[in-house]
């Protein structure tokens, strides 16, 4: 089981300005990224470079955070007994404190990244989620949120039946200790599978949504993700629609307050590149940026992490 983190109560303040560590809880999985050059070769070989890489978008999010400057950043997550230390490890290498949960059955979960470097530059995921979604309400302690200014949910804890318990306790510990809540809705092609109006039911209390382009037109039905954007925070408090090559936009109250323009990159693996802009707009929020501020870093923060492989910040794997 987890440890408690130690710590005195988090300030409450208003969205944006809260002090305090950030409780991130979500996925941590191996990836295993394969960059080929062109189309798959069926039923024959395809030269690739393969590397094994830590990953998960919860993991993800927490070691960009940490990279910003969060002063604190817990990682709650399940993981394997097969890889538990390397993965412990390579958060605390980040500045992350893990606060991993072995699962004494199922092993860490394994995504295959299969990356286009040719002109189509595709990315195809083969996904595996193991322990990643084996969370369960049992895991929690409303001690881990001592200090915290912040908890953000992986959208991934939506597509289990155990992490989704998980939630709806840590969303009403949150709620009970006036902390704000975050979340990634993660998965375009899961979010379908579990619909738009389970969605919505499971994240009420959010006050930040970070969709993608593909995410938030899904779940508003509308095809301009501007108009999504503003439609989405009718609901939530805060919306940030993440679009890569084309910024971001920052949404409140039914309006996009802010369209901000992506930083020009190199594309080398735009693996985790989303990640690393919700781990620094999170981090930029809690040390008191606005969120247009916070998103104009997190474009930032996107670009880096495009222009190398992996998902992890640069020099942290």
Sequence with gaps: MTTEPGGSAGQAGSLGSRTGALLVVGDVITDVVARHRGPLATGTDTASVIRTLPGGAGANVACWAAHRGCPEVRLLGRVGADAADWHERALAACGVRPLLVVDPEAPTGTVICLVDTGA???????????ASLRLEPGDWSDGMLDGVGRLHLSGYLLFSEPSRALVRVA????RARGVPVSLDPASAGFLRDLGVDQFLELVDGVDLLLPSRDEACLLTGLPDPADAAAKLSRHIP???AKQGADGALVARAGTVTAD???VPAHATDTTGAGDAFTGTFLAALISGATPETAAEEGCRAGALAVERVGARPPGRE
């Design 238 to 240: 805060l919306v940030v």
């Design 120 to 130: 189509s530059g595709e990315r195809t995921f083969l996904t595996d989620s193991g």
């Design 260 to 262: 901000v323009p992506a």
């Design 171 to 174: 969303l009403e510990s949150a």
